[in-house]
């Protein structure tokens, strides 16, 4: 990943550990997938993903609360450049159905601009309104 919403996950064989390493690279850059992070800190909504009998949840915090998650997907996570995040693992607890199925919890991230194109709605930024009720109430 490049710490800013893109990365992805790939696995290889090979008769060296080396060629089986740049299998995997290579499987991995052929499927990466790339997510927009709100505040370029944390995901737009709660996401689930399932692999075998794994089921990885995903939910978004508030700014300063860090990743509270297992040591898989927090390293998933730092590798998107998510900071803020919250999660919890149900099920089977294999490392390799862990990363598969954060990953496929990932595929089905959508931005609040993509939300709002389904729907036919237009994005106020409520931030700013409030900002500007703020100063007028001073």
Do not use: W
């Not at 998650?69 to 862990?98: E, H, M, P, T």
């Not at 990932?106 to 709605?121: C, L, P, Q, V, Y």
């Amino acid at each position: 990943g490049n710490g800013r919403g893109t990365g992805g996950v790939g696995t290889g064989k090979g008769s060296t550990p080396r060629k089986a390493l740049q299998a995997a690279l290579r499987n991995a850059k052929r499927d990466m997938l790339s997510i927009k992070l709100y505040e370029n800190r944390t995901i737009f909504h709660d996401l689930t993903g399932y692999h075998n009998n794994c089921k990885v949840l995903l939910r978004a915090a508030p700014a300063g609360m860090g990743i509270r998650a297992g040591k898989v997907v927090v390293s998933i996570c730092d590798v998107l450049g998510i900071r803020d995040c919250v999660s919890k693992v149900f099920g089977r607890q294999n490392k390799y159905s862990q990363v598969l199925a954060t990953f496929k919890s990932f595929e089905n991230h959508r931005s609040i601009d993509e939300i709002g194109r389904a729907r036919g709605k237009t994005l106020l930024d409520v931030n700013e309104i409030m900002r500007e009720k703020r100063v007028a109430m001073r």
